[in-house]
């Protein structure tokens, strides 16, 4: 049996992929940050903590870091922990580039100390393309246009420098935006189908966003997890760009999560320029070619899919809230 240590098993993707790694028949250990409030709520939601050991880690502390290892003995390390919110990344530069950079090297330094042999996964970003020319693939030059993209590209540099360096299995995932029921409200499409669900149910009589027309490389983070794994069990450690090959408008997502609840998003949605971000980028477009043939990975969920998905929980969660209450906000 494999084990998996996950950083930020209490996120999007850490618990997507702690469900995956459990279908596998791994055994999994989760690493999240000690904090005042109990965040499990995803793994619940999942129906996947009972099946994993949570152990405390923080990737400012490399103490931290070499216990949590050293407690797993892990054959594979997922590092999907991060200050992942962009916009915020402008006010808290300095901890983005902590926890998102500087964290991956004390990852990478202590599976060298420790165990060389452990394989190494690091989440990259699409971010780091910033507005480089379209379709973005492993070969696009990087423009990062936020402090969070310019740490995330120092993480995915030092990841290939350990690689070189010191032969570790150590890989990125330069993952484009990937979406589910469980993404976190600061992020535009969850704002956008949870604001759905609340002016649909009359909560709420609109929706404030930001810049309509950037256009982004939207997939289920279901299917991208998956890619991940491929990543560690194939013959030789690499990077890969992780995206659909389409890309739509925050516009698009708009009319799409509208049309679901049969309501036109012309009628509910306002621009304010509070939620505009000091640089943005304009267009996002992954070409996923080399995974689906190195890899034989291709994303499953479709566009339209995946905003129906994300549309339609929301909706129930706002329909029945004592039953969604008891059911998973005990658990957080």
């Not at 793994?43 to 923080?58: E, Q, T």
């Not at 990737?59 to 931290?64: A, G, K, N, R, Y």
């Not at 976190?184 to 649909?200: H, L």
């Not at 996002?284 to 998905?309: I, R, Y």
Request: proline share 4%; glycine share 6%.
């Amino acid at each position: 049996m494999k084990t998996a240590l996950i950083t930020g098993i209490t996120g999007q993707d850490g618990a997507y992929l702690a469900k995956f790694l459990v279908s596998k028949g791994y055994r999994v250990y989760g690493g999240y940050r000690r904090t005042s409030t109990r965040n499990f709520w995803r793994l619940h939601y999942l129906d996947v903590k009972k099946d994993v050991k949570l152990i405390p880690l923080d990737l400012l502390d490399q103490t931290s870091i070499l216990s949590a290892i050293k407690e797993s003995n892990p054959d594979e390390i997922y590092n999907l922990a991060a200050q992942s919110f962009v916009g915020a990344s402008f006010d808290e530069a300095i901890g983005t580039g902590e926890i998102c950079g500087l964290g991956v090297t004390r990852i990478l330094d202590s599976i060298r100390i420790l165990n060389p042999r452990i394989k190494f996964y690091q989440a990259s970003t699409s971010e780091m393309f910033g507005n480089a020319p379209q379709p973005q693939s492993e070969k696009t030059p990087f423009e990062p246009a936020s402090p969070y993209a310019a740490a995330k590209l120092y993480a995915h540099w030092v990841t290939k420098n350990y690689r070189e360096g010191y032969h570790l299995f150590a890989c990125s995932g330069i993952l484009f935006n990937h979406e589910s029921p469980i993404r976190g409200i600061d992020f535009v499409t969850k704002k956008i189908t949870d604001g759905v669900a609340r002016i649909n149910l009359g909560y709420t009589n609109y929706l404030e966003l930001g810049n309509l027309e950037a256009k982004r490389d939207w997939g289920f983070a279901g299917d991208y997890v998956e890619a991940m794994w491929l990543m560690l069990q194939a013959p030789k450690a690499d990077d890969y760009v992780i995206a659909t090959g389409e890309s739509h408008s925050v516009r698009e997502f708009c009319e799409e999560a509208f049309s679901v609840a049969g309501m036109d998003y012309n009628k509910y949605v306002r621009t304010n320029k509070q939620f505009m971000r000091p640089v943005d980028v304009n267009y996002l477009l992954g070409d996923p070619s080399k995974a689906k043939k190195v890899l034989n990975w291709k994303p499953k969920t479709t566009f339209k899919e995946l905003v129906a998905m994300m549309v339609e929980a929301d909706t129930a969660k706002y329909k029945d809230p004592i039953r969604y209450a008891e059911q998973f906000l005990k658990h957080i």
